[in-house]
């Protein structure tokens, strides 16, 4: 059994270890060692990516307690090693599955529903709730939830006895052999986990639901914490302010100002088919149609203008009609009747 130092430290950066085994295949090798502070991926989430002296840890991946580590390089058993996590990466996969233990927390509470999935992606973090929630519904959540973070709780984490357990409510998706952890927010979440938590809710920074569907009779939703939330931001900011230019509009007016827009444009189209329509009809009119068959090439006709024409030259007396729209350069569409 590999020695899991990131349940008794979940911000432990580097740490020393032993190699007990290595095996290599023909693009991989997978290092195991006699303890570490690199998280296998479970429960929704990636394994921890970093390194093992000067070689690169691509994955990390529990079996049967052995917790092996994927590399593009072998390194010998008995070799000692300083390994270090990607804490970047570590610390930002800690704010998203700590908020996501609030907000699936509070919608247990609110609405008897249980989280029946979840995924941390590398930009986004989804949540599956067996019920669905309406948009004000999630607001409140959304609201509450950020209470939580603004309180700066502490996250416990517990190993309570079997006995301890039959008495213990706590939410878990799956039923658990051997030591079951326990995470506790106080008032929002107790829920069994294996993964590493923040220390307190604070470090959280902002819970943000960005998105909501409906998914197998219930609701995903898409969360965005910390980081990844001001990066988010960021990018809202940027494209509002470049809007608000463009239309010469206030920042907290641009949506009014392209619903206007949009109306505009859709009364500019009503009189442009009204146009053409009139167009088509000068056009029809100064094609002779003397023969059984017309042929038309224009490349100033789109949409259903060339169905259109075909149509009038036909009321005008031609058997066949075939409309050419387009170029030699690009080719031709064509509708024929």
């Known amino acids: 059994m590999t020695k899991k130092l990131y349940d008794e430290n979940s ?8 190699v007990t085994d290595c095996e290599s295949t023909a693009d991989t090798c997978r290092i195991l060692l006699d303890r570490t502070t690199f998280f296998p991926e ?38 000692h090693i300083t390994g270090q996590i990607n804490w970047q990466k570590r610390f930002d996969r800690m704010q998203q599955h700590s908020a996501e233990h609030i907000v699936s927390g509070l919608i247990h509470k609110h609405f008897h529903y249980n989280n029946v999935g979840f995924h941390l992606g ?25 209470r939580a973070v603004f309180a700066n709780l502490g996250v416990g984490i517990t190993y309570p006895s079997k006995e301890e357990l039959i008495a213990m409510e706590y939410r878990s998706k799956i039923e658990i052999e051997g030591q079951v952890r326990i995470i506790t927010i106080p008032g929002y979440d107790v829920c069994a986990c294996c993964a590493p938590h923040l220390g307190s809710t604070g470090e959280i920074g902002l819970i943000k639901l960005v998105h909501m569907m409906n998914y197998k009779g219930g609701e995903r939703i898409t969360m965005l914490c910390g980081f990844r939330a001001l990066a988010d931001y960021d990018r809202k900011d940027e494209n509002t302010k470049a809007i608000s230019a463009l239309l010469s509009a206030k920042e907290r007016e641009v ?27 000068y056009r029809a009119a100064e094609i002779p149609v003397e023969e059984d068959v017309a042929a038309v090439f224009d490349s100033g006709l789109s949409g259903n203008a060339p169905r259109e024409l075909m149509n009038l030259l036909l009321n005008k007396g031609a058997k066949v009609c075939a409309v050419f729209a387009g170029d030699e350069e690009k080719g031709y569409r064509y509708v024929i009747g």
């Open 255 to 281: 949506a009014d100002a392209v619903a206007r827009l949009k109306e505009e444009a859709g009364s500019l189209k009503g009189k442009i088919a009204s146009l053409q329509q009139k167009m088509l009809a």
């Open 11 to 18: 911000y432990l950066k580097e740490f020393t270890a032993t």
């Open 122 to 146: 590398e930009d986004y973090c989804t949540m599956d709730f067996n019920g669905c929630i309406s948009k004000e519904e999630l607001r409140e959540i959304e609201l509450e939830a950020n």
């Open 42 to 79: 479970g429960g929704g989430q990636a394994g921890d990516t970093g390194l093992l002296n000067n070689c690169e840890v691509l994955d990390t991946q529990e079996e049967n307690g052995l917790i092996w580590h994927y590399t593009a390089l072998p390194i010998p058993p008995g070799t």
